[in-house]
């Protein structure tokens, strides 16, 4: 037996020599060379020699050579489409950007659609890939959730396992898809919840088909692996889409699948249900919570204390979110003297009444100033909502304000702020004296000043559309609507920040310009 070199339709591959008969290796040939070729009409195929069957009649040795015929040329095409499916492939693994991997799977899955009864075209390693690279993308919105909906359906779909953390994201993306969680989101993500939890149906082959050879083969590949099983990570993220939707009866039903699945909460848990109960003004749920976190040795962390004083400060206690932040920030500023003992008592108030132990060495970040901004301005309190705003800018490690800080304080003089009016006497009655209007501090030489600071930021910063929208409607509120100062605050955001502005800013700005009134309605 001897090696050879034969050609089918133009392409080199190892032929084998053999001896006696021909017909058998003739048929058998022409038999495997169909399954390649469709059009096997275009292929001859002949035992070498001058005669047809001259050696096999002397017994000799026969030479079997595959000889192709002038009219089929087909290698090309199917080499092109070969090359071309390889380069998607490697786009789809070594794309710098997300956009350009999404083309290149898009391409893939439109050209090279899915057939049950071959091996998958894109492998399941590149699938992975472009997985973790959409769940990587923030924010979380519609479009990443169908792309990712459609990763992983071709994924389970060809038969591939779809990992836990896949379903997480998967599960997060459709509870974040929209601005506003409701419980229809909820519910979608549910169903996304029980899909985890069922084994895949890869598509079956029509068993009814003509021919034996598709009724014979099965699909590939086998479904042999189990479904994935939750862990807590996926009833936690179940547990914020519920938070989201402000939904009662969402919350309790995942609070129930938690209980039931006998996982122990852990701290992003418990942190999540401080926001529910703060946004729903429970503030005895917040206490429990509380409790419970102390008893198991939950560490509150940096997160919780900044949820407390939003839940403190919308149910009335202004005075517990004030005594939080100044333990937080004694620790970045030691207080001396008789304000180190009251600052020493906030703590052990916390500690012992509100199970809430500040380390020492714990500080305030950017989000605690923002907090303590906001819900200062919010209750009215200027002189505090300042306070702050200097500790955030002055501290050893100074942080540059915030886009929701600098909206708060705008939208405080907008609540709060009036128009002063001609200044008008009042006298008492028991001593007749005179004495002044008490004058507020959220006023118009204040409004000012701010707004001077704000513009002395620097070039990077960007502001958006809601914070320019509140600095105009609060000069209107303190100047009366008067066009020349309105005109001049516009012209100083346009020449800093440009004018690609769209929505209610637009029709603000043709207010202006027209010398109309200038108020929220607007």
């Given at each position: 037996m001897h090696g050879e070199r034969c050609l089918i339709d133009g392409a080199e591959r190892t032929g084998t020599v053999f001896t006696g008969r021909t017909d058998g290796f003739?048929?058998?040939?022409?038999?495997?060379?169909?399954?390649?070729?469709?059009?096997?009409?275009?292929?001859?195929?002949?035992?070498?020699?001058?005669?047809?069957?001259s050696h096999a009649h002397r017994g000799g040795p026969v030479r079997s050579v595959l000889r192709q015929s002038p009219r089929g040329y087909q290698a090309a095409p199917r080499d092109e489409g070969l090359r071309r499916r390889q380069k998607l492939l490697h786009v789809l693994l070594t794309a710098r950007t997300i956009?350009?991997?999404?083309?290149?799977?898009?391409?893939?899955?439109?050209?090279?659609?899915?057939?049950?009864?071959?091996?998958?075209?894109?492998?399941?390693?590149?699938?992975?890939?472009?997985?973790?690279?959409?769940?990587?993308?923030?924010?979380?919105?519609?479009?990443?959730?169908?792309?990712?909906?459609?990763?992983?359906?071709?994924?389970?779909?060809?038969?591939?396992?779809?990992?836990?953390?896949?379903?997480?994201?998967?599960?997060?993306?459709?509870?974040?898809?929209?601005?506003?969680?409701?419980?229809?989101d909820y519910r979608a993500a549910l169903d996304i919840f029980n899909d985890m939890k069922t084994p895949p149906h890869l598509l079956e082959h029509d068993s009814t088909s003509g021919d034996s050879i598709f009724r014979s083969r099965r699909p590939f590949p086998p479904t042999s692996?189990?479904?994935?099983?939750?862990?807590?990570?996926?009833?936690?993220?179940?547990?914020?889409?519920?938070?989201?939707?402000?939904?009662?009866?969402?919350?309790?039903?995942?609070?129930?699948?938690l209980r039931v699945s006998g996982f122990s909460p852990t701290r992003y848990t418990y942190l999540i249900m401080l926001s529910f109960y703060a946004r729903t003004s429970q503030l005895s749920e917040v206490r429990s919570t509380l409790h419970r976190m102390k008893q198991q040795g939950v560490e509150v962390g940096i997160i919780g204390f900044n949820t407390c004083i939003w839940a403190f400060s919308s149910n009335g206690r202004m005075d517990l979110a004030c005594l939080i932040y100044r333990v937080l920030r004694h620790?970045?500023?030691?207080?001396?003297?008789?304000?180190?003992?009251?600052?020493?008592?906030?703590?052990?108030?916390?500690?012992?009444t509100e199970c809430l132990d500040i380390p020492p060495d714990l500080i305030p970040n950017q989000a605690v100033y923002t907090s303590m901004i906001q819900c200062s301005a919010y209750q009215g309190n200027m002189v505090q909502a300042l306070h702050v705003f200097t500790d955030m800018l002055s501290m050893p490690s100074p942080l540059p304000p915030s886009v929701a800080a600098f909206r708060?304080?705008?939208?405080?003089?907008?609540?709060?702020?009036?128009?002063?009016?001609?200044?008008?006497?009042?006298?008492?009655?028991?001593?007749?004296?005179?004495?002044?209007?008490?004058?507020?501090?959220?006023?118009f030489e204040n409004l000012k000043l701010i707004f001077k600071a704000?513009?002395?930021?620097?070039?990077?910063?960007?502001?958006?559309?809601?914070?320019?929208?509140?600095?105009?409607?609060?000069?209107?509120?303190?100047?009366?609507?008067?066009?020349?100062?309105?005109?001049?605050?516009?012209?100083?955001?346009?020449?800093?920040?440009?004018?690609?502005?769209?929505?209610?800013?637009?029709r603000v700005g043709k207010a202006i310009h027209s010398s109309q009134v200038v108020d929220r309605r607007e």
């Open positions: 003739v048929r058998k040939t022409r038999s495997a060379t169909a399954k390649h070729h469709p059009g096997g009409d275009n292929v001859e195929y002949r035992p070498a020699g001058d005669g047809s069957h956009s350009e991997a999404w083309r290149a799977y898009e391409d893939l899955i439109t050209k090279y659609p899915y057939n049950p009864l071959q091996k998958p075209v894109i492998p399941y390693g590149h699938l992975h890939r472009l997985a973790g690279r959409l769940a990587s993308v923030k924010p979380r919105k519609r479009t990443l959730y169908l792309k990712l909906s459609s990763v992983l359906a071709t994924l389970r779909r060809t038969g591939g396992c779809v990992y836990p953390w896949e379903w997480n994201t998967l599960i997060d993306c459709a509870g974040k898809q929209w601005r506003k969680t409701s419980l229809t692996w189990a479904p994935a099983k939750p862990d807590i990570t996926t009833y936690t993220v179940l547990l914020s889409i519920a938070v989201r939707s402000i939904q009662h009866v969402a919350v309790r039903h995942a609070l129930k699948l620790n970045v500023v030691p207080e001396a003297g008789s304000n180190a003992d009251e600052v020493a008592a906030a703590a052990r108030y916390l500690r012992d708060a304080v705008f939208l405080g003089f907008y609540r709060h702020g009036r128009k002063l009016g001609p200044v008008k006497f009042t006298r008492d009655l028991t001593t007749g004296e005179q004495h002044l209007p008490e004058l507020s501090a959220w006023n704000f513009m002395d930021l620097p070039k990077g910063y960007r502001p958006n559309g809601r914070l320019l929208y509140w600095i105009i409607v609060a000069f209107g509120r303190l100047s009366g609507n008067n066009p020349m100062v309105l005109r001049n605050v516009w012209e100083q955001l346009e020449g800093k920040y440009g004018r690609n502005w769209g929505g209610r800013l637009e």
